[in-house]
Nanobody
């Protein structure tokens, strides 16, 4: 299991941007696919995006509501997988967590992830 840590959350206004980053202390993140999930108060956890490792061509996946606004990418030299979030909306407010799996797959939203971070709060408010 990886020890994942997220960073970059905060309070922003609608239309602004944030970048979340996920890293692991063991420098093994590059070998895993990384998913980003979010959970808003009173709602179920939702898959936001997933990026494969280089064995799977770093393929990326997005949930429909963030396509064109969010970009997932990884920097293996820095041992990070990041989520660039632009044009944030009120409904993007949630705790965002990263998770690791062998690969994303077409069922990336529902597949089992072996490691999870503690999460970082993103609040979008006027």
């Amino acid at each position: 299991q990886l020890h994942l840590v997220e960073s970059g959350g905060g309070l922003v206004r609608p239309g602004e941007s944030l970048r979340l980053s996920c890293t692991d202390s063991g420098f093994e993140l590059r070998y895993y696919a990384v998913g980003w999930f979010r959970q808003a108060p009173g709602k179920e956890r939702e898959g936001v995006s997933c990026i494969n490792n280089s064995d799977h061509n770093n393929n990326t996946f997005y949930t429909d509501s963030v396509k064109g606004r969010f970009t997932i990418f990884r920097d293996n030299a820095k041992n990070t997988a990041s989520l660039q979030m632009n044009d944030l909306r009120l409904e993007d407010t949630a705790v965002y967590s990263c998770a690791a799996a062998p690969y994303c797959g077409t069922n990336w939203k529902s597949r089992q992830y072996s490691s999870w971070g503690q999460g970082t709060q993103v609040t979008v408010s006027p």
